[in-house]
């Protein structure tokens, strides 16, 4: 089976604080795994991809943890402008394959 | 440039109706995707193309038929569609091959079936 499985939240988080988003997914022959953001009524947008050993690009950090079949997104200082939906997403085999999406989880940054 | 568009924005057709929706890339990309998104729901797959061959077809309705003509176009042509086809479809491309290579998505198309 192919799952993959986000907290849909909402998450309320105050302007300036960190958020952490943890996704699991059900197989571990997964290939690739990616971050997306989608506002509403927009296309998925690439945040970003998510390497073995971890990255980060700015105030934003994804983990992988194969042994475990869990990606997380950390997300510091946040701002109003990162009030979306997360979308955890992974490609299971090859490179043209299409990717699946988890459900999403929605943050919502308060002023 | 990572852009993909997409044509038209908004689509109404009705039962009987036969249209097209078109998709257009010209970075290279050799993979190229449609996928459905219902309100609330995230994507779902619906085919992917491989250097212009039709690679994966997730049992979508023959409803829908899906046409690569080149590289850089993917057209998806509607007919005879019921209202819960009604939608947001996507189309998205990546350099295809192995290898960590992300899709990026046009706008969209939303389609509503009356």
């Known amino acids: 089976r192919k799952e993959v499985e986000q907290d849909p939240g909402p998450f309320n988080v105050p302007e300036g604080a960190t958020v952490a988003f943890n996704c699991t997914y059900s197989?571990?022959?997964?290939?690739?795994f990616f971050w997306y953001r989608q506002d509403c009524r927009k296309e998925p947008k690439l945040l970003m991809s998510?390497?073995?050993s971890g990255n980060e690009d700015g105030r934003f950090t994804a983990q992988l943890n194969r042994a475990s079949q869990y990606i997380s997104l950390l997300i510091r200082d946040s701002k109003l402008s990162d009030s979306a939906t997360y979308l955890c997403?992974?490609?299971?085999?090859?490179?043209?394959?299409?990717?699946?999406f988890g459900k999403g989880t929605h943050l919502i940054i308060q002023p | 440039d990572t852009e993909v568009t997409q044509t038209p924005k908004h689509l109404v057709m009705g039962m009987t109706n036969k249209k097209s929706l078109k998709c257009e890339q010209h970075?290279?990309?050799?993979?190229m995707y449609w996928y459905k998104q219902k309100a609330k729901k995230p994507p779902e797959l619906m085919f992917v193309?491989?250097?212009?061959?039709?690679?994966i077809n997730e049992s979508v309705p023959s409803r829908f038929s899906p046409e690569c003509p080149n590289s850089s176009l993917l057209n998806l042509h509607l007919h005879a569609l019921q209202p819960e086809d009604s939608a947001l479809y996507l189309c998205?491309?990546?350099?295809?091959?192995?290898?960590?290579?992300?899709?990026?998505f046009g706008p969209g198309t939303r389609l509503t079936v009356t």
């Open positions: 998205a491309s990546s350099l295809g091959g192995q290898g960590i290579y992300e899709q990026y």
């Open positions: 998510v390497y073995s």
């Open positions: 970075m290279g990309h050799r993979a």
């Open positions: 997403v992974v490609r299971w085999r090859g490179g043209a394959d299409g990717l699946t």
């Open positions: 197989n571990s022959a997964s290939q690739s």
């Open positions: 193309y491989s250097y212009e061959k039709l690679s």
